[in-house]
Protein backbone atom coordinates (compact mmCIF):
# COMPACT_ATOMS: atom_id res chain seq x y z
CA UNK A 1 0.00 0.00 0.00
CA UNK A 2 2.66 2.47 1.18
CA UNK A 3 4.96 1.73 -2.34
CA UNK A 4 1.32 2.23 -4.56
CA UNK A 5 0.77 4.90 -2.42
CA UNK A 6 4.27 6.73 -3.53
CA UNK A 7 4.14 5.79 -6.98
CA UNK A 8 0.64 8.49 -6.66
CA UNK A 9 2.49 11.00 -5.41
CA UNK A 10 5.22 10.91 -7.94
CA UNK A 11 3.16 10.45 -10.78
CA UNK A 12 0.10 13.38 -9.87
CA UNK A 13 1.80 15.38 -6.67
CA UNK A 14 -0.89 14.14 -3.96
CA UNK A 15 -0.71 13.85 -0.76
CA UNK A 16 1.19 10.38 0.45
CA UNK A 17 -2.06 9.97 3.06
CA UNK A 18 -4.66 10.95 -0.06
CA UNK A 19 -2.74 8.82 -2.06
CA UNK A 20 -3.16 5.78 0.70
CA UNK A 21 -6.85 6.57 0.65
CA UNK A 22 -7.70 6.53 -2.95
CA UNK A 23 -5.64 3.41 -2.98
CA UNK A 24 -7.11 1.98 -0.28
CA UNK A 25 -10.95 2.72 -2.05
CA UNK A 26 -10.06 1.88 -5.51
CA UNK A 27 -9.11 -1.75 -3.68
CA UNK A 28 -12.22 -2.25 -1.78
CA UNK A 29 -14.39 -1.54 -4.67
CA UNK A 30 -11.93 -4.45 -6.44
CA UNK A 31 -12.71 -6.47 -3.52
CA UNK A 32 -16.25 -6.75 -3.53
CA UNK A 33 -16.93 -6.98 -7.11
CA UNK A 34 -14.38 -9.17 -7.47
CA UNK A 35 -12.77 -12.11 -6.47
CA UNK A 36 -10.02 -14.60 -6.69
CA UNK A 37 -10.49 -15.54 -10.13
CA UNK A 38 -10.51 -12.08 -11.01
CA UNK A 39 -7.29 -11.61 -9.30
CA UNK A 40 -5.53 -14.41 -11.18
CA UNK A 41 -6.71 -13.47 -14.14
CA UNK A 42 -5.48 -9.52 -13.83
CA UNK A 43 -2.61 -10.69 -12.79
CA UNK A 44 -1.80 -13.04 -15.33
CA UNK A 45 -2.32 -9.91 -17.66
CA UNK A 46 -0.59 -7.51 -16.49
CA UNK A 47 2.68 -9.93 -15.65
CA UNK A 48 3.17 -9.61 -19.37
CA UNK A 49 2.93 -6.11 -19.94
CA UNK A 50 4.93 -5.23 -16.71
CA UNK A 51 7.73 -7.42 -17.93
CA UNK A 52 7.57 -5.64 -21.37
CA UNK A 53 7.56 -2.38 -19.75
CA UNK A 54 10.19 -2.56 -17.08
CA UNK A 55 12.19 -4.46 -20.17
CA UNK A 56 11.59 -1.30 -22.26
CA UNK A 57 12.25 1.11 -19.19
CA UNK A 58 15.64 -1.04 -18.41
CA UNK A 59 16.75 -0.70 -22.55
CA UNK A 60 15.69 2.88 -22.70
CA UNK A 61 18.00 3.61 -19.12
CA UNK A 62 21.13 1.77 -20.08
CA UNK A 63 21.27 3.50 -23.51
CA UNK A 64 20.91 6.86 -21.91
CA UNK A 65 24.17 5.98 -19.38
CA UNK A 66 26.07 4.20 -22.47
CA UNK A 67 25.50 0.62 -20.98
CA UNK A 68 26.47 -2.01 -18.08
CA UNK A 69 30.30 -0.73 -18.42
CA UNK A 70 29.31 2.69 -17.55
CA UNK A 71 26.76 1.53 -15.02
CA UNK A 72 30.00 0.65 -13.13
CA UNK A 73 31.91 3.69 -13.24
CA UNK A 74 29.11 6.02 -13.32
CA UNK A 75 27.19 4.64 -10.26
CA UNK A 76 29.92 4.65 -7.91
CA UNK A 77 30.46 8.85 -8.78
CA UNK A 78 26.43 9.25 -8.31
CA UNK A 79 26.52 11.47 -5.47
CA UNK A 80 24.60 14.43 -4.28
CA UNK A 81 25.84 17.82 -4.54
CA UNK A 82 26.52 18.59 -1.01
CA UNK A 83 29.02 15.33 -1.06
CA UNK A 84 30.37 16.80 -3.92
CA UNK A 85 31.31 20.26 -2.73
CA UNK A 86 32.73 18.52 0.05
CA UNK A 87 30.30 19.20 2.61
CA UNK A 88 29.62 15.65 3.84
CA UNK A 89 30.84 12.08 3.08
CA UNK A 90 27.56 11.09 3.68
CA UNK A 91 25.11 9.36 0.00
CA UNK A 92 28.49 8.09 -1.30
CA UNK A 93 27.87 4.28 -2.68
CA UNK A 94 29.16 1.08 -0.89
CA UNK A 95 32.24 0.31 -2.02
CA UNK A 96 30.43 -3.28 -2.66
CA UNK A 97 27.46 -2.25 -4.49
CA UNK A 98 28.42 -4.64 -7.13
CA UNK A 99 29.58 -7.63 -5.05
CA UNK A 100 26.53 -10.02 -4.59
CA UNK A 101 28.23 -12.52 -1.69
CA UNK A 102 29.25 -9.70 0.87
CA UNK A 103 31.37 -9.80 4.06
CA UNK A 104 30.29 -11.58 6.64
CA UNK A 105 30.62 -9.19 9.32
CA UNK A 106 30.76 -5.65 8.34
CA UNK A 107 28.71 -5.56 5.07
CA UNK A 108 24.71 -4.35 5.26
CA UNK A 109 23.50 -7.76 3.33
CA UNK A 110 26.31 -10.22 4.46
CA UNK A 111 26.18 -13.46 2.26
CA UNK A 112 26.24 -16.58 5.14
CA UNK A 113 22.94 -14.74 6.89
CA UNK A 114 21.94 -14.07 3.41
CA UNK A 115 21.46 -17.86 2.51
CA UNK A 116 20.60 -18.88 5.73
CA UNK A 117 18.66 -16.10 6.58
CA UNK A 118 16.88 -15.44 3.81
CA UNK A 119 16.46 -18.72 2.94
CA UNK A 120 13.79 -19.73 5.76
CA UNK A 121 11.64 -16.43 4.84
CA UNK A 122 11.18 -17.72 0.76
CA UNK A 123 10.27 -21.01 2.41
CA UNK A 124 7.58 -19.29 4.06
CA UNK A 125 6.70 -17.34 1.04
CA UNK A 126 6.62 -19.74 -1.36
CA UNK A 127 5.45 -23.08 0.86
CA UNK A 128 3.09 -21.48 3.25
CA UNK A 129 1.90 -17.47 2.54
CA UNK A 130 -2.04 -17.81 2.21
CA UNK A 131 -1.51 -15.52 -0.63
CA UNK A 132 0.74 -17.90 -2.60
CA UNK A 133 -1.26 -21.21 -1.47
CA UNK A 134 -4.71 -19.73 -2.46
CA UNK A 135 -3.05 -19.45 -5.91
CA UNK A 136 -1.95 -22.61 -5.85
CA UNK A 137 -5.21 -24.47 -4.58
CA UNK A 138 -7.21 -22.51 -7.07
CA UNK A 139 -5.00 -24.65 -9.99
CA UNK A 140 -6.80 -26.64 -12.20
CA UNK A 141 -4.33 -29.47 -11.02
CA UNK A 142 -1.27 -30.52 -9.23
CA UNK A 143 0.96 -30.46 -12.76
CA UNK A 144 -0.57 -26.61 -13.04
CA UNK A 145 0.38 -25.65 -9.72
CA UNK A 146 3.71 -27.45 -10.09
CA UNK A 147 4.18 -25.74 -13.69
CA UNK A 148 3.33 -22.29 -12.10
CA UNK A 149 5.45 -22.30 -9.44
CA UNK A 150 8.17 -23.43 -11.29
CA UNK A 151 7.80 -20.72 -14.13
CA UNK A 152 7.04 -17.97 -11.32
CA UNK A 153 10.48 -19.02 -9.78
CA UNK A 154 12.50 -18.13 -13.67
CA UNK A 155 10.61 -14.89 -13.25
CA UNK A 156 12.11 -14.42 -10.06
CA UNK A 157 15.22 -14.01 -12.02
CA UNK A 158 14.29 -11.15 -13.80
CA UNK A 159 13.97 -8.59 -10.86
CA UNK A 160 18.09 -8.31 -11.36
CA UNK A 161 17.76 -6.66 -14.33
CA UNK A 162 14.65 -5.19 -14.43
CA UNK A 163 14.52 -4.05 -10.80
CA UNK A 164 17.68 -3.37 -9.47
CA UNK A 165 19.86 -2.08 -12.20
CA UNK A 166 17.44 0.34 -13.21
CA UNK A 167 17.12 1.40 -9.82
CA UNK A 168 20.87 2.27 -9.85
CA UNK A 169 20.38 3.85 -13.11
CA UNK A 170 17.97 6.29 -11.67
CA UNK A 171 20.30 7.39 -9.24
CA UNK A 172 22.91 8.08 -11.76
CA UNK A 173 20.42 10.44 -13.52
CA UNK A 174 18.87 11.75 -10.35
CA UNK A 175 21.33 11.41 -7.58
CA UNK A 176 20.22 15.18 -6.13
CA UNK A 177 16.77 13.57 -5.61
CA UNK A 178 17.24 9.46 -4.72
CA UNK A 179 20.66 10.08 -2.79
CA UNK A 180 19.53 12.79 -1.09
CA UNK A 181 21.12 13.36 2.83
CA UNK A 182 19.72 16.21 4.03
CA UNK A 183 16.70 15.16 5.96
CA UNK A 184 14.68 18.29 4.92
CA UNK A 185 15.40 18.25 1.36
CA UNK A 186 14.69 14.83 1.60
CA UNK A 187 11.08 15.56 3.33
CA UNK A 188 10.36 18.16 0.37
CA UNK A 189 11.11 15.55 -1.88
CA UNK A 190 9.82 12.49 -0.98
CA UNK A 191 8.02 13.18 2.44
CA UNK A 192 10.61 10.84 4.37
CA UNK A 193 13.34 12.33 6.35
CA UNK A 194 15.21 9.10 6.41
CA UNK A 195 16.12 8.94 2.29
CA UNK A 196 14.42 8.97 -1.08
CA UNK A 197 15.87 5.76 -2.16
CA UNK A 198 11.65 4.21 -2.68
CA UNK A 199 11.47 6.75 -5.37
CA UNK A 200 13.57 5.67 -7.85
CA UNK A 201 11.83 3.53 -10.03
CA UNK A 202 8.97 6.05 -10.74
CA UNK A 203 11.34 8.63 -10.67
CA UNK A 204 12.77 6.19 -13.44
CA UNK A 205 9.10 5.23 -15.04
CA UNK A 206 7.88 9.08 -14.67
CA UNK A 207 11.23 10.47 -16.65
CA UNK A 208 12.70 8.22 -19.17
CA UNK A 209 9.67 6.74 -20.45
CA UNK A 210 7.69 8.35 -23.50
CA UNK A 211 4.06 9.40 -22.67
CA UNK A 212 1.95 6.78 -23.38
CA UNK A 213 4.25 4.19 -22.17
CA UNK A 214 4.47 5.83 -19.01
CA UNK A 215 1.07 6.00 -18.94
CA UNK A 216 0.91 2.09 -19.24
CA UNK A 217 3.98 1.83 -17.10
CA UNK A 218 1.73 3.67 -14.16
CA UNK A 219 -1.83 1.93 -14.99
CA UNK A 220 -0.57 -1.80 -14.97
CA UNK A 221 1.81 -0.90 -11.58
CA UNK A 222 -0.88 0.16 -9.94
CA UNK A 223 -3.23 -2.52 -11.05
CA UNK A 224 -0.40 -4.81 -10.05
CA UNK A 225 -0.39 -3.03 -6.32
CA UNK A 226 -3.98 -3.41 -6.01
CA UNK A 227 -4.45 -6.41 -7.16
CA UNK A 228 -1.64 -8.07 -4.28
CA UNK A 229 -3.79 -5.46 -1.75
CA UNK A 230 -6.72 -7.34 -2.78
CA UNK A 231 -5.13 -10.86 -2.50
CA UNK A 232 -4.07 -9.85 0.26
CA UNK A 233 -6.95 -8.48 2.26
CA UNK A 234 -9.00 -11.57 1.08
CA UNK A 235 -6.57 -13.88 2.47
CA UNK A 236 -6.24 -12.27 5.83
CA UNK A 237 -10.43 -11.85 6.05
CA UNK A 238 -10.50 -15.80 5.30
CA UNK A 239 -8.07 -16.66 7.85
CA UNK A 240 -9.60 -14.74 10.48
CA UNK A 241 -12.93 -15.85 9.39
CA UNK A 242 -12.96 -19.57 9.04
CA UNK A 243 -10.00 -20.72 10.97
CA UNK A 244 -10.57 -17.74 14.35
CA UNK A 245 -13.80 -16.57 14.24
CA UNK A 246 -15.79 -19.87 13.09
CA UNK A 247 -14.61 -21.65 16.25
CA UNK A 248 -15.58 -18.85 18.24
CA UNK A 249 -19.21 -18.82 16.99
CA UNK A 250 -19.43 -22.11 15.42
CA UNK A 251 -22.95 -21.89 14.58
CA UNK A 252 -22.44 -18.71 12.89
CA UNK A 253 -24.44 -18.55 9.34
CA UNK A 254 -22.35 -18.14 6.31
CA UNK A 255 -23.74 -14.05 5.91
CA UNK A 256 -22.44 -13.25 9.35
CA UNK A 257 -19.31 -15.02 8.40
CA UNK A 258 -19.29 -13.08 5.20
CA UNK A 259 -20.12 -9.74 7.25
CA UNK A 260 -17.23 -10.47 9.66
CA UNK A 261 -14.68 -11.21 7.04
CA UNK A 262 -15.80 -7.68 5.28
CA UNK A 263 -15.43 -5.61 8.69
CA UNK A 264 -11.94 -7.98 9.46
CA UNK A 265 -10.98 -6.16 6.29
CA UNK A 266 -11.53 -2.84 7.09
CA UNK A 267 -9.68 -3.20 10.60
CA UNK A 268 -6.57 -3.85 8.16
CA UNK A 269 -6.66 -0.91 6.10
CA UNK A 270 -7.27 1.23 9.46
CA UNK A 271 -3.86 -0.61 10.87
CA UNK A 272 -2.21 0.10 7.59
CA UNK A 273 -2.63 3.30 7.12
CA UNK A 274 -1.45 4.13 11.08
CA UNK A 275 1.27 1.93 10.62
CA UNK A 276 2.77 4.23 7.48
CA UNK A 277 4.28 6.97 9.48
CA UNK A 278 5.50 4.74 11.14
CA UNK A 279 7.12 2.56 8.26
CA UNK A 280 8.48 5.83 6.42
CA UNK A 281 11.25 6.26 8.72
CA UNK A 282 12.59 2.87 9.50
CA UNK A 283 15.45 0.92 8.29
CA UNK A 284 16.73 4.73 6.99
CA UNK A 285 13.54 5.09 4.47
CA UNK A 286 14.86 1.80 2.71
CA UNK A 287 11.16 -0.24 1.74
CA UNK A 288 12.92 -3.31 0.54
CA UNK A 289 15.22 -3.65 3.94
CA UNK A 290 11.87 -3.14 6.24
CA UNK A 291 10.23 -6.12 4.06
CA UNK A 292 13.11 -8.22 4.33
CA UNK A 293 13.66 -7.35 8.22
CA UNK A 294 9.77 -8.13 9.01
CA UNK A 295 10.02 -10.95 6.98
CA UNK A 296 13.29 -12.31 9.65
CA UNK A 297 10.70 -11.74 12.28
CA UNK A 298 7.80 -14.01 11.71
CA UNK A 299 8.76 -15.81 8.74
CA UNK A 300 11.75 -18.49 10.14
CA UNK A 301 8.80 -19.76 12.55
CA UNK A 302 6.58 -21.21 9.97
CA UNK A 303 9.30 -22.14 7.94
CA UNK A 304 10.89 -24.66 10.94
CA UNK A 305 7.36 -26.16 12.02
CA UNK A 306 6.56 -26.71 8.14
CA UNK A 307 10.00 -27.88 7.11
CA UNK A 308 9.91 -30.45 10.24
CA UNK A 309 6.05 -31.56 9.67
CA UNK A 310 6.72 -32.95 5.96
CA UNK A 311 10.00 -34.65 6.86
CA UNK A 312 9.36 -35.81 10.29
CA UNK A 313 6.77 -38.51 11.23
CA UNK A 314 6.99 -37.77 15.26
CA UNK A 315 5.92 -34.17 15.07
CA UNK A 316 2.81 -33.49 16.62
CA UNK A 317 0.25 -30.62 16.71
CA UNK A 318 1.68 -29.64 20.62
CA UNK A 319 5.12 -29.28 19.77
CA UNK A 320 4.52 -27.33 16.65
CA UNK A 321 1.66 -24.83 18.55
CA UNK A 322 4.14 -23.74 21.25
CA UNK A 323 7.16 -23.89 18.97
CA UNK A 324 5.29 -21.15 16.77
CA UNK A 325 4.07 -19.14 20.09
CA UNK A 326 8.22 -19.23 21.25
CA UNK A 327 9.19 -18.15 17.85
CA UNK A 328 6.59 -15.87 17.45
CA UNK A 329 6.75 -13.71 21.08
CA UNK A 330 10.99 -14.13 19.92
CA UNK A 331 10.68 -12.20 16.70
CA UNK A 332 7.99 -9.53 18.61
CA UNK A 333 10.76 -8.67 20.51
CA UNK A 334 13.44 -8.48 18.20
CA UNK A 335 11.36 -6.11 16.12
CA UNK A 336 10.11 -3.90 19.28
CA UNK A 337 13.72 -3.12 19.84
CA UNK A 338 13.82 -2.41 15.88
CA UNK A 339 11.39 -0.29 16.15
CA UNK A 340 12.38 1.97 19.45
CA UNK A 341 15.89 1.95 18.39
CA UNK A 342 16.18 3.07 14.25
CA UNK A 343 19.13 3.02 12.23
CA UNK A 344 21.02 5.63 13.07
CA UNK A 345 21.54 8.90 10.26
CA UNK A 346 25.08 8.75 8.49
CA UNK A 347 27.62 10.16 10.54
CA UNK A 348 25.49 9.67 14.18
CA UNK A 349 26.80 7.12 16.57
CA UNK A 350 25.09 3.63 16.91
CA UNK A 351 23.50 3.64 20.21
CA UNK A 352 21.18 0.56 19.59
CA UNK A 353 21.46 -2.44 21.87
CA UNK A 354 24.23 -5.15 20.65
CA UNK A 355 21.45 -7.72 19.93
CA UNK A 356 20.48 -5.34 16.74
CA UNK A 357 23.92 -3.36 16.38
CA UNK A 358 26.21 -6.57 16.10
CA UNK A 359 23.15 -9.60 15.06
CA UNK A 360 22.33 -8.71 11.52
CA UNK A 361 18.55 -9.51 10.91
CA UNK A 362 19.43 -12.30 8.59
CA UNK A 363 21.79 -13.49 11.27
CA UNK A 364 18.63 -13.61 13.26
CA UNK A 365 16.49 -15.29 11.50
CA UNK A 366 18.63 -18.49 11.14
CA UNK A 367 18.75 -18.60 14.76
CA UNK A 368 15.59 -18.11 15.13
CA UNK A 369 14.97 -20.82 13.00
CA UNK A 370 16.78 -23.60 15.06
CA UNK A 371 15.88 -21.96 18.25
CA UNK A 372 11.89 -23.09 16.57
CA UNK A 373 12.88 -26.24 15.34
CA UNK A 374 14.79 -27.21 18.42
CA UNK A 375 11.05 -26.39 20.43
CA UNK A 376 9.31 -28.23 18.44
CA UNK A 377 11.38 -31.20 18.65
CA UNK A 378 11.50 -31.31 22.12
CA UNK A 379 7.91 -30.73 22.73
CA UNK A 380 6.69 -33.39 19.78
CA UNK A 381 9.35 -36.04 21.50
CA UNK A 382 8.21 -36.01 24.90
CA UNK A 383 4.34 -35.75 24.47
CA UNK A 384 1.91 -38.12 22.60
CA UNK A 385 2.85 -39.36 19.12
CA UNK A 386 0.10 -38.15 16.32
CA UNK A 387 -2.26 -41.02 15.21
CA UNK A 388 -1.38 -43.29 11.95
CA UNK A 389 -4.61 -41.79 9.79
CA UNK A 390 -2.86 -38.31 10.52
CA UNK A 391 -0.15 -38.97 8.41
CA UNK A 392 -1.78 -40.32 5.38
CA UNK A 393 -0.45 -37.88 2.38
CA UNK A 394 0.62 -34.80 4.73
CA UNK A 395 4.33 -36.17 4.55
CA UNK A 396 6.93 -36.61 2.45
CA UNK A 397 6.99 -40.35 3.23
CA UNK A 398 3.15 -40.74 3.30
CA UNK A 399 2.35 -39.03 0.18
CA UNK A 400 1.64 -41.82 -1.88
CA UNK A 401 -0.22 -43.34 0.57
CA UNK A 402 -3.93 -43.81 -0.72
CA UNK A 403 -5.87 -45.07 2.15
CA UNK A 404 -8.95 -42.85 2.78
CA UNK A 405 -9.27 -40.67 5.83
CA UNK A 406 -11.69 -40.31 8.00
CA UNK A 407 -11.90 -36.48 8.25
CA UNK A 408 -12.11 -36.63 4.19
CA UNK A 409 -15.06 -39.17 4.63
CA UNK A 410 -16.43 -36.73 6.99
CA UNK A 411 -15.88 -33.64 4.50
CA UNK A 412 -17.80 -35.77 1.89
CA UNK A 413 -20.36 -36.26 3.83
CA UNK A 414 -20.97 -32.67 4.98
CA UNK A 415 -20.77 -31.64 1.33
CA UNK A 416 -23.42 -33.82 0.91
CA UNK A 417 -25.93 -32.46 3.12
CA UNK A 418 -24.76 -28.82 2.01
CA UNK A 419 -26.12 -29.91 -1.39
CA UNK A 420 -28.86 -31.33 -0.10
CA UNK A 421 -29.86 -28.01 2.06
CA UNK A 422 -28.91 -26.07 -1.04
CA UNK A 423 -31.31 -27.62 -2.98
CA UNK A 424 -34.42 -27.26 -0.83
CA UNK A 425 -33.11 -23.18 -0.09
CA UNK A 426 -33.27 -23.04 -4.54
CA UNK A 427 -36.98 -24.78 -4.27
CA UNK A 428 -38.15 -22.68 -1.44
CA UNK A 429 -36.66 -19.12 -2.88
CA UNK A 430 -37.88 -17.36 -5.92
CA UNK A 431 -34.33 -15.25 -5.89
CA UNK A 432 -31.63 -16.32 -4.92
CA UNK A 433 -27.96 -14.25 -3.44
CA UNK A 434 -24.76 -15.28 -4.40
CA UNK A 435 -22.13 -15.01 -1.86
CA UNK A 436 -19.83 -15.24 -4.73
CA UNK A 437 -16.76 -13.37 -3.52
CA UNK A 438 -16.55 -15.29 -0.25
CA UNK A 439 -16.55 -18.62 -1.80
CA UNK A 440 -13.86 -17.25 -4.40
CA UNK A 441 -11.80 -16.13 -0.77
CA UNK A 442 -11.86 -19.23 0.01
CA UNK A 443 -11.15 -21.48 -2.95
CA UNK A 444 -14.36 -23.62 -2.39
CA UNK A 445 -17.11 -24.57 -4.43
CA UNK A 446 -18.92 -22.43 -6.37
CA UNK A 447 -22.06 -23.56 -4.49
CA UNK A 448 -24.70 -20.21 -4.79
CA UNK A 449 -26.46 -19.95 -1.16
CA UNK A 450 -29.35 -18.02 -0.85
CA UNK A 451 -31.24 -15.80 1.13
CA UNK A 452 -34.70 -14.04 1.27
CA UNK A 453 -35.30 -11.74 -1.80
CA UNK A 454 -33.75 -8.20 -1.05
CA UNK A 455 -36.25 -6.45 -3.61
CA UNK A 456 -37.97 -4.77 -1.00
CA UNK A 457 -35.08 -3.58 1.43
CA UNK A 458 -33.91 -0.17 1.58
CA UNK A 459 -31.46 1.91 -0.26
CA UNK A 460 -29.48 1.59 2.66
CA UNK A 461 -29.43 -2.58 3.13
CA UNK A 462 -28.99 -2.76 -0.36
CA UNK A 463 -25.83 -0.71 -0.42
CA UNK A 464 -24.47 -2.59 2.85
CA UNK A 465 -25.62 -6.04 1.05
CA UNK A 466 -23.15 -5.18 -1.58
CA UNK A 467 -20.00 -4.03 0.74
CA UNK A 468 -20.41 -7.54 2.33
CA UNK A 469 -20.05 -9.03 -0.97
CA UNK A 470 -23.70 -10.14 -1.77
CA UNK A 471 -25.26 -9.56 -5.01
CA UNK A 472 -28.92 -10.54 -5.98
CA UNK A 473 -29.54 -12.79 -9.57
CA UNK A 474 -33.34 -12.56 -10.42
Known amino acids: MYSGAL ?202 LPSGLRGMMLAVMMAALMSDLTSIFNSASALFTMDIYKNLRKHASTRELMIVGRLFVLVLCIISVLWVPILKDLQGGQLFIYIQAVSSYFAPPIAAVYLIAILWKRSNEVGTFWALIVGFFIGIIRMGLDFSHPTPGCNEPDKRPAIIKHVHYFYFAFILFVVTSIVCVVLSLVTDAPHPEQLIRTTVWTKHDSTIRGDEIKEEHDMDEIDENEMKRRNLCDEELEFHSYVDVIGSRNTGLTVPSLKHSSCWKRVFYFACGFSQNV
Open 7 to 208: FIQQSVGWNLYVSILGLLALTGLCTVTGGLAAVIYLDTFMAFIMIGGVTIMTYIGFHKIGGYNELRIKYMNAVPDEALAGNTTCGIPRPDSFILLRDPINSDLPWPGFLLGQSTASIWYWCADQVIVQRALAAKSLSHAQGGAVIAGYIKIIPLFTMVMPGMISRILFPNDIACVDPEKCLAICGSKAGCSNIALPKLVLEI
